[in-house]
């Protein structure tokens, strides 16, 4: 208790310390959301919205994408561009750069969140399915992000990835997503390292979160898991916060950052509570 309570008051106090958000630098950001005609990116889009930026979404359903670019203009967005896209695609990804610096005329905030669909089972063997789910969840971020590059570097902007609690520490049922994320902190921790040396002007944050209650993650786990489930639009504030403050990691809720401590510190227990977590019978 008295570790646990020590690491929230460190917790804290890191909080308070970082650089204060202010809304009014998003006037006119030029932001490219991906996965944005529903859950978390579709509200990173709304709040983007309503901080005045210049927006372009994209996903694969061009009909959705259209009703949420209309959203976003009624929600007072300079502009709200979309473009249709499959990120299982070899072409699709730098398309959707390629036209977000065509349309704005650069970027300043690459918000990388998509994922495609995946079952919550136990692994039997789909090895066609991981492939594809990391062209999804992994290669196409680390292609958006190197092609968008040039741009944030010359505006100073900011590389936002939208990972989870389960690429820190995997819990079962989740192999290929729990895989797919943990290549993603894996090669944007090690980007932002060499940025970092080389001095360059581009911010990475990595946004670790615990569960959030969109359609899709609460349709898997209803009935499965009991953990409490965060709200998306606060998910999408903090990660959109994180992005303007440049914050290299972002834990939402709070607590994920305690849990991946645990997890390392007491690796019998954690596994214990884990695995006990889940309504399964074999
Ligand atoms: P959703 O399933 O609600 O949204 C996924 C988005 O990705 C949709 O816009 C979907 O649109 C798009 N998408 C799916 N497949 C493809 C594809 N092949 N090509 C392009 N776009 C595609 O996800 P969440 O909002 O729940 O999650 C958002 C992010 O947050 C993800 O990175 C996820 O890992 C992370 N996260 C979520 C948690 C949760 O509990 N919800 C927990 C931890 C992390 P369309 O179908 O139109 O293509």
Redesign the pocket.
């Known amino acids: 208790k008295i570790l646990i309570g020590s690491i929230s008051v460190a917790y804290f106090a890191v909080k308070w310390t970082a650089p204060s958000f202010d809304p009014g630098s998003l006037k006119g950001a030029r932001v490219l959301v991906?996965?944005?005609?529903?859950?978390?990116?579709?509200?990173m889009a709304y709040n983007y919205a309503q901080f005045g930026a210049r927006i372009v979404i994209?996903?694969?359903?061009e009909n959705?994408?259209q009703q949420v670019a209309e959203k976003c203009l009624s929600l007072g967005a300079q502009e709200a561009l979309y473009i249709?896209?499959?990120?299982?695609s070899e072409s699709?990804p730098d398309k959707v750069v390629d036209f977000a610096l065509d349309k704005l005329g650069g970027l300043d905030y690459l918000v990388?969140?998509?994922?495609?669909?995946t079952p919550f089972s136990m692994w039997s063997g789909e090895v066609d399915h991981v492939r594809w789910l990391m062209k999804?969840?992994f290669f196409?971020y680390i292609q958006m992000a190197w092609r968008a590059l040039p741009s944030l570097e010359q505006s100073k902007g900011s590389l936002v990835i939208?990972?989870?609690?389960?690429g820190k520490m995997p819990g079962p049922f989740t192999a290929p997503?729990a895989s797919t994320?943990f290549a993603l902190n894996g090669f944007f921790g090690s980007l932002s390292h060499e940025l970092a040396m080389k001095k360059s002007n581009v911010s990475v944050s990595i946004?670790?979160?615990?569960?959030?209650?969109?359609?899709?993650?609460?349709e898997k786990?209803r009935g499965v898991v009991n953990v409490p489930?965060y709200p998306?639009a606060e998910?999408a504030l903090n990660i959109i916060k994180a992005g303007a403050t440049r914050q290299l990691e972002l834990y939402y809720p709070w607590f994920t950052q305690i849990i991946t401590l645990c997890k390392d510190w007491f690796p019998s227990s954690s596994n214990f509570f884990i695995q006990n977590s889940y309504n399964y019978n074999p």
């Open positions: 991906t996965g944005a005609s529903t859950g978390i990116g579709e509200q994209t996903a694969r359903r959705i994408l249709a896209a499959d990120m299982a699709d990388l969140n998509h994922i495609g669909s999804v969840n196409s939208v990972s989870s609690l389960l997503y994320k946004c670790t979160l615990g569960l959030i209650d969109t359609e899709s993650a609460m786990v489930a998306a998910a």
